[in-house]
C-alpha cells in the first residue's frame, strides 16, 4: 500500500520543493495542506492549484482566520503574551493549530506521516513535532530541509529541474513568516546583527517617521476580550485586522531583535505585529485598572511563564493549561474601554473608563475631598521597615 504523507504547505519554495521530492524518496502521495491564518499575499487558490501542479495527490486549503484570532490570538493578548517582553509570538501562535489541521487531514485522508519544511535550527522544528506528539504520537514525521540536508541552493536547483510553477530567485534574501497576529523576516543582511533593517523589510506597517495626522480608537473589553472599536460591535478577527490596519498605518510595532532561539542559538529576527501591540498595551492598561495589586504581581510571572511555553512549542501541555486557569479567573473584571492615540510608531494609552475600576478618586486626589487617611502612614512606614531596620542593626554589629 502505498504511503500518504500530510504536508504542511505554504505556497513558497522549501514547501514546493518537498511534494515531488517526498513523492519520490518516499514512494509516497503527498498531501498538501495550506492554512489560512489571515497572513494576506497570494490568493489561498492559488496556492492550491500550485500543489497539484506541484505533483499534490490532494490539496487542500483550511480557512481557520477566526479560529486562529479567537482561540490562539485571544488567550495570547488576555496573557500579555510577550516573549522576552518584546516578541508577541507571531509564528509560535500559529504552529498548533496547522498541527490541528495537519492531524485532520492525516486522519480524513489516511495519511501515515506527516511532513514540515522546517530546518534544523529553527524553533519551528519542534512546535510542529511537540505538537504531533500531544495530538497525534502514532505520525511518523519527516523534514525535508533537515532530514535531507537541504540548503536553499539544493531547493532552487531541484525546482529548475523539475519546471516546478514557483519562483526560484536567488535574489530575495529574506525568509518571511506572517499572520494575522503579525509578520516575521529574517535572514539576508539581517544576519549581520550590525546591519539596520531598510524600508524594503517592513510591509504590515508605514514608515513611523513620515508625517501624518494621528489616529484616536476606543477599544472595549469584555473579560480581557475586544469586543468593540470606537463602538462597533466586531468579531475578534475583525478587530485584529482593523487594528493591523489603523496601526500599521501609523508605524506601530515595528520589532528589531536579538533573540534566545530555544534550539540554543541567538538570532536577529524583525518583526511586524501592529495590532497584537496596540490591542496587549491597551489590556495591560485595563489590567492595571482593574486588577488586584497582589494577583496583577503574580500574573505578570504567569505571562511571562504562558509566553516561553508557547514559543517553545508547548501549546499541548498541562502547564500552559494550568497557567490559563488561573490568567482566566484573573480577566473577570477586565472589562471597560481605553482610549488610545496611534501616531508615530507607537501605540499611547491617553484614557480608561471601567465599572469594575479599582481606582478610587476620592483616596488618590491631592485635593479637596481627599478621604485618604494621612495619619495612619507614620505607623504603616515604621511597621513596614522594621525588618531591614533589624537587619541593619545586626550587620552593623558586625562591621
Not at 509516497?28 to 505533483?55: P, T, W, Y
Not at 497557567?323 to 501616531?343: C, F, N, P, W
Amino acid at each position: 500500500m502505498t504511503e500518504r504523507v500530510v504536508l504542511a504547505y505554504s505556497g513558497g519554495l522549501d514547501t514546493s520543493v518537498a511534494i515531488p521530492y517526498l513523492a519520490e524518496k518516499m514512494n509516497a502521495e503527498v498531501i498538501a495542506v495550506a492554512v489560512d491564518l489571515g497572513q494576506g499575499g497570494e490568493d489561498m487558490d492559488v496556492i492550491q492549484k500550485r500543489a497539484l501542479d506541484c505533483g499534490a495527490a490532494e490539496s487542500v486549503v483550511v480557512d481557520a482566520k477566526e479560529e486562529f484570532a479567537a482561540d490562539f490570538c485571544l488567550p495570547a493578548l488576555r496573557a500579555n503574551a510577550l516573549y522576552m517582553d518584546r516578541y508577541p509570538l507571531v509564528s509560535s501562535l500559529s504552529r498548533p493549530l496547522i498541527v490541528k489541521h495537519l492531524v485532520s487531514a492525516a486522519q480524513r485522508f489516511n495519511g501515515t506521516i506527516v511532513s514540515h519544511g522546517c530546518t534544523g535550527k529553527g524553533n519551528d522544528q519542534v512546535r510542529f513535532e511537540a505538537g504531533l506528539a500531544a495530538l497525534a504520537p502514532g505520525l511518523r514525521v519527516v523534514a525535508p530541509a533537515r532530514d535531507f540536508a537541504w540548503t536553499r541552493d539544493k531547493a532552487i536547483e531541484y525546482a529548475e529541474s523539475k519546471n516546478l510553477p514557483i519562483e526560484t530567485s536567488k535574489k530575495n534574501p529574506f525568509s518571511i513568516d506572517q499572520n494575522l497576529w503579525g509578520r516575521a523576516v529574517e535572514t539576508g543582511f539581517l544576519e549581520d546583527i550590525w546591519n539596520g533593517p531598510t524600508e524594503d523589510v517592513y510591509s504590515y506597517t508605514a514608515d513611523p517617521a513620515q508625517p501624518r495626522a494621528a489616529d484616536e480608537v476606543v477599544i472595549t473589553f469584555e473579560a480581557g476580550v475586544p469586543v468593540k472599536l470606537d463602538g462597533r460591535a466586531l468579531t475578534p478577527y475583525q478587530i485584529i485586522a482593523e487594528m493591523n490596519a489603523r496601526a500599521g498605518a501609523q508605524g506601530v510595532g515595528r520589532i528589531d531583535m536579538v533573540e534566545d532561539r530555544l534550539v540554543g542559538i541567538k538570532s536577529r529576527e524583525v518583526y511586524e505585529a501592529p495590532g497584537a501591540v496596540a490591542l496587549i498595551a491597551a489590556h495591560m492598561e485595563l489590567e492595571n485598572v482593574t486588577v488586584e495589586r497582589d494577583l496583577a504581581r503574580f500574573k505578570r510571572g504567569v505571562d511571562q511563564r504562558w509566553s516561553e511555553l508557547v514559543y517553545d512549542g508547548l501549546w499541548f501541555s498541562p502547564l500552559k493549561d494550568a497557567l490559563e486557569s488561573l490568567i482566566d479567573d484573573a480577566q473577570k473584571y477586565v472589562t471597560g474601554d481605553i482610549r488610545m492615540t496611534l501616531h508615530a510608531g507607537k501605540a499611547v494609552v491617553t484614557g480608561r473608563r471601567s465599572e469594575e475600576s479599582l481606582y478610587d478618586f476620592s483616596l488618590a486626589t491631592y485635593d479637596t475631598g481627599d478621604t485618604f487617611d494621612q495619619s495612619l502612614a507614620k505607623g504603616f512606614v515604621q511597621l513596614f521597615s522594621l525588618p531591614a531596620k533589624i537587619a541593619a542593626a545586626r550587620d552593623a554589629k558586625r562591621a
